[in-house]
């Protein structure tokens, strides 16, 4: 069984870099798609990006100014950083496994860790 | 402001039939597959749902999904109050060349 979880400082302030590293257990990260998502309090889900093949990213247009995905195939986790924080980016931040067919239109999330709330406040 | 639209909030009584929405476009839902999502309160979200209306090992078939033009249906039928989650719907946007998700929706049992 996949099990995905999330980890790092749950408080960041603002204009610093958010950190946080999903370590993957029960499967090699070096098959399939690994995304980060997130949710802001009272919103829905937003979709950061994903990392596939040990160290190819895609990064949602919005944020690729100042997203990261990162790869360490040695401890099977992968690591986001989201620079120059605001309120805006307090959110659960989750990663997920991410399959389906169809290139990716029929993308689905099939598995996911808990969730790690950061919050950004000086 | 999500995309995909769903209600807030749905509530049936236990034992009967809910149906949650899912109101997209055609760069997303309609040329796409939908996903729904299970989020019971303090748990990672579960799929329930994929390619519309696939249902992967392990989901009762008490949960079933649909899809017509710009829109996607969840159903849940027997409801349980175990059933009582946030749901979330979710499918690629072909403009945005991202994925996108519904608001979700809380079901209460009441």
């Known amino acids: 069984q996949v099990q995905l979880q999330e980890s790092g400082p749950g408080l960041v302030k603002p204009s610093e870099t958010l950190s946080l590293t999903c370590t993957v257990s029960g499967g090699s990260i070096s098959s399939h798609y690994w995304s980060w998502i997130r949710q802001p309090p009272g919103k829905g889900l937003e979709w950061i990006g994903y990392m596939f093949n040990s160290g190819s990213t895609y990064i949602k247009h919005s944020l690729k100014s100042r997203v990261t995905i990162s790869t360490d195939t040695s401890k099977n986790q992968f690591s986001l950083k989201l620079s120059s924080v605001t309120a805006a980016d307090t959110a659960v931040y989750y990663c997920?496994?991410?399959?389906?067919?169809?290139?990716?239109?029929?993308?689905?999330?099939?598995?996911w860790g808990q969730g790690a709330l950061v919050t950004v406040s000086s | 402001q999500s995309l995909l639209t769903q209600p807030p909030s749905v509530s049936a009584a236990p034992g009967q039939k809910v149906t949650i929405s899912c109101s997209g476009s055609s760069s997303n839902i309609e040329n796409n597959y939908v996903s729904w999502y299970q989020r019971l309160p303090g748990t990672a979200p579960k799929v329930l749902i994929y390619?519309?209306?696939k249902r992967p090992s392990g989901t009762p078939d008490r949960f079933s999904g649909s899809k017509s033009g710009t829109s996607a249906t969840l159903g849940i039928t027997g409801l349980q109050t175990g059933d009582e989650a946030d749901y979330f719907c979710?499918?690629?946007?072909?403009?945005?060349?991202?994925?996108?998700f519904g608001g979700g929706t809380k079901l209460t049992v009441l």
């Open positions: 979710g499918t690629w946007d072909s403009s945005l060349s991202a994925v996108v």
């Open positions: 390619d519309n209306d």
């Open positions: 997920a496994r991410h399959t389906g067919g169809d290139g990716f239109r029929g993308v689905y999330f099939d598995y």
